[in-house]
């Protein structure tokens, strides 16, 4: 799992839509840490055309307990980057379910708060 959440954090970074579609279920809920909640579909839509881009992305803490075809991972790291124009510079705190579809562990839902 933790290999899984690590591609993940690159995938996040270098903006790479093919690894995100894998690895996100079609389904996934994705509330981040501002409030907003999206769906898969306008998660990736957000990284072309870079509407939403990370400079780095460090994960600091991994936390991983898996039940059967469920796995719940919580993080600790930073992302920084910029959204909409704006620079972001956060750390965050998230929780990540992933669930076990054929082969593959997919994530079904996100949610971070921010570290102050």
């Not at 899984?4 to 994705?30: F, H, I, K, P, S």
């Not at 082969?103 to 839902?109: H, I």
């Amino acid at each position: 799992m933790e290999r899984t959440e690590r591609r993940w954090a690159v995938a996040v970074q270098a903006g790479d839509t093919v690894a995100l579609t894998e690895l996100c279920a079609e389904d996934m809920v994705y509330a981040h840490s501002t409030g907003e909640v999206e769906t898969r579909a306008q998660y990736l839509a957000k990284f072309v055309p870079a509407e939403r881009r990370y400079d780095a992305v460090e994960i600091n803490q991994l936390n991983v307990k898996v039940l059967r075809e469920l796995a719940i991972v919580n993080g600790r790291g930073s992302f920084r980057g910029e959204a909409r124009g704006v620079a972001f510079d956060n750390r965050l705190a998230w929780t990540h379910i992933y669930v076990m579809r054929g082969a593959q562990w997919v994530m079904v839902a996100h949610q971070s708060a921010q570290i102050q």
